[in-house]
């Protein structure tokens, strides 16, 4: 008996380099794929970190707008409250 190694048909050696094209095709459309997700993700995180801070200034207008409208009344109510100066004289003691 001889101790040679065997060789693949040629058609056998053909099959497996298709099957480990057909692989590493498969791998790097994989891999796009998997891209494309982490890209996609990347893009959702900063549409959110956008709309936070939009939401986030919307919020500091509103704070803004109120307390104005706060200092606004209560500038009108110690407006009321504060006696007209110099205050009118008594009747009967016009000047004169």
Do not use: Y
């Amino acid at each position: 008996m001889s101790e040679h190694p065997r060789r693949e048909s040629p058609a056998k050696a053909a099959r497996a380099h298709a099957e480990a094209r057909t692989q590493a095709k498969a791998a790097r459309a994989q891999a796009e794929a998997a891209q494309a997700q982490a890209d996609l993700a990347e893009a959702e995180v900063e549409v959110a970190k956008e709309q936070d801070a939009a939401i986030a200034t919307a919020l500091q207008e509103d704070d803004e707008a109120r307390r104005r409208a706060d200092l606004k009344e209560v500038a009108e109510k110690e407006a009321e409250a504060v006696p007209d100066w110099p205050p009118d004289p008594p009747p009967g003691r016009g000047s004169g």
